[in-house]
């Protein structure tokens, strides 16, 4: 098969070195001009793990190119997948279609022969349908059909999830797209993972319902953990209790500071919209929204309390700031609520971050970036693990709490135990949903 990628992106350029390690033609496409640059130096602009390598590999073997140029990209292509972004509108919650409906316009101008075009971004129900018009209103003689294959994809753990999905899900109107469909996840068939085939509403549908009900699980536990800090439970016992049980799972029952991230805040804000489109509002989802930016102001307060109620003059080295660990992606995070709380109430703050110093700069002014925990935690106040990457997760705390000013810790990612970190000379420590000591 041949395919298009448009947009390089984490969803359009690991599914584009993916398609091609299973052996297809791809070509990828981005319109902006140092993404493209670094591709065809060979450099990957994200941080995903194992992604270079793969990327490498599939381009020494000739089946994966980059270009600017979309026309390029389109001749001969069986498939032409759209994975550009959808953020959220400004102002109306809604995804912004702009990129989407700008790629299908391109489409209708370039594509010659028989195509199917593939809507992999995440998009409001009707979204493939728009699509199909615009094509065929643009360019009527053109033959093609649209199809919705929504990305399940995590960041961090990209190809895994791409290459062993626990489904694939695939939105179409007629046979033959059906068919280039089942042809270009044919590897997959191969090792049994299941594609779920559905018409395109249900399809771009099973999306926004699946990322909902994640964050309202993450969001669910986080109520939890701060019920469990009033009554004096554990929320981690809790939620293993809890996931144990078949009928709940394990998975997205951690408790935390809050989901971020580039899909879980912009999907409800979506699902909630178009909800209130169809007069059928998305009460839960729209709780969980709410619930969700309390638990990230239930962050500062906790980490003020930490610091004998202000921030003036205190400093305070953060562990973390990606929205999770094994990526550079700073959409949403947690952090950028809580950093620039600190910042604003006064206090110095350094930042320790294997990965998200590019993209944080960006958007932490007045915080010191520093490369080493131990380095960051001297003279400070307080330390807060914010994101739970390897490198914070089994830290010196001995060598950690000798050399802060004063030695006190906010575990918002319940990594280390009470009694390890009291043990270990801190004098203060807190955690989400569980007993610190204080
Ligand atoms: P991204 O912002 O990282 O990448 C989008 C890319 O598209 C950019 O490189 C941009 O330059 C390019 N682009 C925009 N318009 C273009 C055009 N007309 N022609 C060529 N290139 C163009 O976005 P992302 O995180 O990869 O997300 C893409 C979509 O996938 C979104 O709808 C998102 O909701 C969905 N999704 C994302 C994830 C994730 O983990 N990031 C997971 C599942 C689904």
């Not at 033959?176 to 299941?194: G, S, T």
């Not at 554990?234 to 951690?254: A, C, E, P, W």
């Not at 009291?422 to 204080?438: K, L, P």
Request: proline residues 5%; glycine residues 8%; hydrophobic residues 40%.
């Amino acid at each position: 098969m041949k395919i298009a990628m448009i947009g390089t992106g984490y969803v359009g350029l690991v599914s584009g070195v993916c398609f091609s390690d299973f052996g297809h033609d791809v070509i990828c496409v981005d319109k902006d001009p140092t993404k493209i640059e670094k591709l065809e130096r060979g450099e990957v602009p994200i941080y995903e793990p194992g992604l270079d390598v793969l990327m490498a590999k599939n381009v020494e073997a000739g089946r994966l190119t980059f270009t600017l140029d979309l026309a390029k990209a389109v001749e001969g292509a069986d498939a032409i997948f759209i994975a550009v972004g959808t953020p959220t509108r400004r102002g109306d919650g809604h995804a912004d279609l702009t990129y989407v409906m700008a790629a299908a316009e391109e489409i209708a101008q370039t594509a010659k022969d028989y195509v199917v075009v593939v809507t992999k971004s995440t998009v409001p129900v009707g979204t493939n349908r728009k699509v199909r018009e615009t094509i065929a209103a643009a360019n009527p003689a053109l033959d093609f059909d649209v199809a919705s294959n929504p990305e399940f994809l995590r960041e961090g753990a990209a190809i895994d999830d791409f290459m062993k999905p626990d489904r694939v899900v695939v939105g179409v109107e007629t046979d033959r797209a059906a068919e280039v469909m089942a042809a270009i996840y044919q590897p997959l068939y191969l090792r049994d993972f299941p594609i779920v085939t559905t018409d395109l509403e249900s399809a771009e549908m099973i999306k926004y319902a699946a990322n909902a009900f994640l964050a309202t699980k993450i969001t669910f536990i986080n109520e939890i953990a701060a019920l469990c800090e009033k009554v004096g439970a554990d929320v981690k016992q809790v939620s293993r209790g809890m996931g144990m049980d078949g009928r709940i799972g394990n998975k997205f029952l951690h408790a935390g500071p809050g989901y971020g991230g580039s899909c879980f805040p912009k999907d409800t804000k979506a699902l909630a919209r178009i909800g209130q489109d169809f007069a059928s509002p998305m009460q839960i989802t729209e709780a969980v929204i709410k619930v969700n930016e309390e638990v990230k102001r239930r962050m500062v307060e906790k980490l003020a309390d930490l610091c004998d109620g202000s921030f003036n003059g205190k400093t305070v080295a953060v562990l973390g700031v990606t929205f999770k660990p094994n990526t550079d992606d700073m959409r949403d995070a947690p952090s950028l609520t809580i950093v620039p709380a600190m910042v604003g109430g006064g206090a110095k703050v350094r930042v320790v971050d294997p990965q998200g110093r590019h993209e944080g700069e960006k958007l932490l002014p007045g915080v010191n970036w520093i490369e080493d925990p131990y380095e960051a935690a001297e003279g400070a106040d307080l330390i807060v693990v914010l994101t739970e990457w390897n490198e914070f997760r089994a830290l010196d705390l001995k060598r950690l709490s000798g050399s802060m000013n004063t030695p006190r810790m906010a575990d918002l990612r319940n990594v280390y135990k009470a009694k390890d970190v009291e043990a270990n000379g801190f004098t203060a420590y807190t955690a989400v949903g569980r007993s610190g000591f204080e």
